[in-house]
């Protein structure tokens, strides 16, 4: 790959880890299928319990760990309220 390639590689994996956190991150896996990541995509932001799609912050994160990912329900929570690196979007300079 070619240096300026690799800069700028490296430039977007920054601003993306600033940006997304952990749990908003696996949305972007390219490990996963697209059927999976759309999944997922859609269930991510759920906060309404009314909502046939909603999972609760546990058992999503129960079931991420059971695929191999490091997710605390913690996190899913901080992600959903608002709380989480994926908020500084716009915000940096
Ligand atoms: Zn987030």
Redesign the pocket.
Known sequence: MPLADKLATASQKYISDLT??K??SITSDQGLSKKDRDALAEVINLTNREDHRYIPHQTLADLLRSEGYDVSASAIS??RGGN????RLGKIS
């Open positions: 997304t956190c749990f908003a901080r992600h989480c690196s994926c908020r």
